[in-house]
């Protein structure tokens, strides 16, 4: 009797493993809203970190995270650095690229509560008297990541995360038009 059940147990954890293992290794999770007003205004907000604090939905789940900048003000080699709870963790953020009013493109390095490192983009185009602004986080997932993600929607937590933050930036790059 107890050599079935461990026979079924073996199983399905194989099984698991396995689904789990060809799940695919790339992701990538993008939103987008319209802004009204040029370009210069939502570029400005995500190529200054020290401005991030006004929308990002991160910053709002810690307001006692420690954060700390390094280089440039804004722009290529702009770095933040973060430490907070746990629904923030820790980890960094550095400015590789930016085209003004175009595109900005991020390495986000986390450190807390696990290691990975992957991109994020920006992107602006003018669209009439608005601009659509497309923000998007791609990179690879470990087999632990992949064995997580058949139980938790990452593109929907972290995509509204998205839509928090873009509908913030908007209200602030409005306000300021």
């Not at 990179?139 to 873009?166: I, Q």
């Amino acid at each position: 009797m107890w050599i079935y059940i461990l026979i079924g147990v073996g199983t399905a954890l194989a099984l698991f493993l396995i689904i789990a293992a060809l799940q695919p290794a790339d992701f990538t999770i993008t939103r987008m809203a319209k802004m009204s007003g040029p370009a210069s205004g939502p570029f400005a907000q995500v190529n200054d970190f020290h401005n991030w604090e006004k929308w990002s939905p991160w910053l709002k789940l810690d307001p006692a995270a420690k954060g700390t900048y390094e280089g440039p003000t804004s722009g290529p080699g702009a770095k933040f650095h973060w430490a907070g709870n746990s629904k923030v963790g820790e980890g960094g953020m550095t400015i590789m690229e930016s085209t003004p009013d175009a595109r900005i493109a991020i390495k986000l390095e986390f450190l807390k509560p696990f290691a990975a490192t992957n991109t994020a983009e920006f992107t602006f185009k003018p669209e009439g008297a608005q601009t659509l602004v497309t923000w998007s986080m791609s990179g690879k997932k470990n087999f632990m990541s992949k064995a997580v993600c058949m139980f938790m929607n990452m593109d929907r937590m972290v995509g509204d995360k998205f839509d928090e933050g873009l509908a913030s930036m908007k209200s602030i790059v409005e306000k300021g038009a």
